[in-house]
């Protein structure tokens, strides 16, 4: 069974960072593409950061030098690093596979920039 579960989210103050880490049970992970999406109140979900099983990174213009994706296959884990936090950047986060796998959505983890 398909799962993905997110953790690290929280509070943090613009500037700060945070790292999050998605655990995914899937079968084709070591050759799949794996994403991190968000989703801000009122607004449809993104895609921030890819990277393929080849290591090969895009990122959302909004997050470029800022974000950084990783993964480890030994540990079916995607990373993502966030620094220089912005307000804009709070949403709740999910990682999953490309969106045309339709594979199904964890819980996310909530991240919020606030003074």
């Known amino acids: 069974q398909v799962q993905f579960v997110e953790s690290g989210g929280g509070l943090v103050q613009p500037g700060g960072s945070l790292r999050l880490s998605c655990s995914a049970s899937?079968?084709?992970?070591?050759?799949?593409?794996m994403a991190w999406y968000r989703q801000a109140p009122g607004k449809q979900r993104e895609l921030v950061a890819r990277?393929?099983?080849?290591?090969?990174?895009i990122y959302a213009d909004s997050v470029k030098a800022r974000f950084t994706i990783s993964r480890d296959n030994a540990k079916n884990t995607v990373y993502l690093q966030m620094n220089s936090l912005k307000p804009e950047d709070t949403a709740v986060y999910y990682c999953?596979?490309?969106?045309?796998?339709?594979?199904?959505w964890g819980p996310g983890t909530r991240v919020t920039v606030s003074s």
């Open positions: 899937l079968s084709t992970f070591t050759i799949s593409a």
């Open positions: 999953n596979g490309d969106q045309y796998r339709n594979l199904p």
């Open positions: 990277i393929t099983g080849g290591y090969s990174t």
